[in-house]
């Protein structure tokens, strides 16, 4: 049977993807850090990625709206924008 991302592992992929750590997306989603950790693992075997940040990457490509949201949720700092300016 094929693993599936959950709604709840999808939401606290993009708390990690907004800088929030383990214990940070545990309180918001009522559970401990290392339950997030679990979670986390089993959403990025479902994504075949080799660690939580290639979950990520993967989520944003494989879904806009993953995108969309991180875009309105993130400000670049300007450090970022000019450290990046030859990518852009």
Not at 38 to 67: E, K, N, Y
Request: proline share 1%.
């Amino acid at each position: 049977m094929t693993e599936t991302v959950t709604e709840r592992q999808a939401s606290m992929l993009l708390m990690r993807g907004r800088g929030c750590t383990h214990d940070e997306i545990g309180e918001a989603h009522g559970v401990t850090g290392s339950r997030v950790t679990q979670l986390l693992s089993a959403a990025r075997r479902a994504l075949g990625a080799r660690d939580v940040t290639h979950a990520l990457a993967i989520f944003i490509l494989a879904d806009q709206r993953a995108l969309e949201f991180l875009r309105r949720e993130i400000e670049i700092p300007d450090q970022a924008r000019e450290a990046l300016r030859d990518f852009t």
